[in-house]
């Protein structure tokens, strides 16, 4: 590898790698063999591994004696523990939430659960307590943090991320990813949730199991408490676990996407799909075979595999835990999601889809499908009410079950991940215009980005701040359309004054002149290329398939072979996850 590829690491890799010397002496030893370390075998994931466990959110305050809580009009004051759980509510008053009857009352419920017996006989009504005091408080105590330095804000963040940020796994030292227990609070959860509202308990040093390598100096808990546990498991990658009570969900607190082993698995993610596109015509060869098949359940399993393959539709529904929406994935789909049109004047076969996808996302598109296909839909739907399933004899695990055997690790997502990088990949050639300059060729990778996303359905409503800061760049063109319309009028005059006069000086005011000329042209070419941008973008979340379907090598390689710096594709939180891309993709990396 290249001088300059640890360099990027460098740089990339390490908080403050210019004003600390010598640690960016030894990443740059570490870049050098991270990526290219021998795995080990038997699921073993390490050998050595020894962190500092985790920060625990700070303790209860009690709120100081000034600041009431009222119940029909009365100051009933509260016990330590009833009052923490009223704060949690005081502080989300001014949000929809409160307003919503499961929340109030999964909230009243928990609420009353930590109140006194006394507390408990005398506020019974939800709606007869009054927040207001407290909800105050917290306001003016938000601004008040709001109005505190950056400086300190940062040098109190610094030095908890240097103590407990960072783990030794083997011969690494790592970034931990989420280090920081969250405060305790009342659940929200996703659209309807049916636990909304309910307590988020504090978690405690006995809540926690701690995994480290025996040899290691082991975590330490808080003075006069203890863990849970202390396990020694190099089968499994995260440090410190817990049960969350709402859900009962195991918590885990992992690496960084950075670290190796974090990057090992998103690597293994593409090479999968890589896998694939040498095996997917033998696929596609097979489930157009298997439409003529003699048994309903593999016609369906091949039907349904096509929407895969040619729709990049989810496999089933992967529902969230609670979500109540109506939401279907290619294995669920009912008679009622899809419309046939048949033969358009002899023309084709056309398929209507309309459905709630994942986070209800609403996945609509008119498609041409084959003869084969269509034919077979019909027949999936005959004598069939529409709230029927349009594949009786298929389901999720069967789908799986047979990509499995189609190739070791196939999923729907991999079907996902293979269309989108080779289609980046694709646009990315066709796109990019050699002679154009370094914006230009930005905007032709963003472009490639966006016809991705667009396969994919990641698409948005406009940001709400979308009109004015359009309207702001436009104010930004219109002033570096008159600055240089006036260095092309002084740029005039020179050149008529270096006329009369022929001195060396009017000769250099000329150059002088010219040169301005230029730079404002290409500050506004950056401008109206960014304003292009903005506009194609308005309706499209690229950052999900850049961080979950793109391949980061194709980037990295486009990258490398343009000259273009990896930051302006990738911001420091992507660049960190895809450390091991660019350490690893040469200019000529071929997805
Ligand atoms: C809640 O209490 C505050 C005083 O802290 C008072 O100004 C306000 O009117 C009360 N709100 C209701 C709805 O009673
Ligand atoms: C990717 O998906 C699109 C949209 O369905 C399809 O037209 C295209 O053929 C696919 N490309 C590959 C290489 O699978
Ligand atoms: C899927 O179908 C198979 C065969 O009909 C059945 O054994 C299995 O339990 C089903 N799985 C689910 C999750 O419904
Ligand atoms: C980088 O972009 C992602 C979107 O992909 C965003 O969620 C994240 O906040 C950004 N990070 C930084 C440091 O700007
Ligand atoms: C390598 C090692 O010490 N593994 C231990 C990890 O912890 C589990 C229990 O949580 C033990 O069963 C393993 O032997």
Known sequence: KTISNHLVSCILNIPNATNKKNEGLSVILRADSRWEEERYTDGVKWKFLEHKGPVFAPPYEPLPSKVNFYYDGKKPGLSPEAEEVATFFAK?????????????????KDW??????????????????NFSEMSDYFKAQSEARKAMSKEEKLVKNERLLQEYGFCIMDNHRERIANFRIEPPGLFRGRGDHPKMGMLKRRI????????????????????????????????????????????????????????????????????????????VDRIRTQYRDDWKSKEMRIRQRAVALYF???????????????????????????????????????QEYVVEFDFLGKDSIRYY?????????FKNLQLFMENKEPDDDLFDRLNTSILNKHLQELMDGLTAKVFRTYN?????????????????????????????????????NHQRAPPKTFEKSMQNLQTKIEAKRDQLSDAKRELKSAKADAKVRKDEKSKKAVETKKKAVQRIEEQLM???????DREENKQIALGTSKLNYLDPRISVAWCKKWGIPVEKIYNKTQREKFAWAIDMADEDFEF
């Open 204 to 279: 405690r040093p006995k809540d926690i199991i701690v995994n480290c390598s025996k040899d290691s100096k082991h975590p330490q808990p808080p003075p006069g408490t203890k863990w849970k546990e202390v396990r020694h498991d190099n089968k499994v990658t995260w440090l410190v676990s817990w049960t969350e009570n709402i859900q009962g969900s195991i918590k885990y607190i992992m690496l960084n996407p950075s670290s190796r082993i974090k990057g090992e698995k998103d690597w293994q993610k593409y090479e999968t799909a890589r896998r694939l596109k040498k095996c």
């Open 365 to 373: 598109n008119k498609v041409p499908v084959e003869k084969r296909v």
């Open 112 to 129: 009353r659960k930590e109140m006194t017996s006394e507390e408990k006989a005398k506020i019974t009504d939800l709606k007869k307590c």
């Open 308 to 346: 895969i393959d040619k729709l990049a539709l989810r496999a089933g529904n992967e529902k969230e835990e609670g979500e109540t929406a109506d939401t279907v994935g290619c294995c669920s789909l009912r008679v009622e999601h899809l419309k046939l049109y048949p033969e358009n004047d002899g």
């Open 92 to 108: 989300m008053l001014d949000h929809e939430y409160t307003t919503k009857d499961i929340f109030r009352k999964n909230f009243f």
């Open 526 to 532: 950056k401008l109206e290329v960014q304003a292009t």
């Open 420 to 456: 989108a990088s080779i289609t980046l990949q694709q646009q990315l050639k066709e796109l990019t215009n050699v002679d154009e300059n370094v914006p230009a060729k930005i905007l032709s990778y963003n472009r490639a980005n966006r016809a991705v996303a667009i396969l994919c």
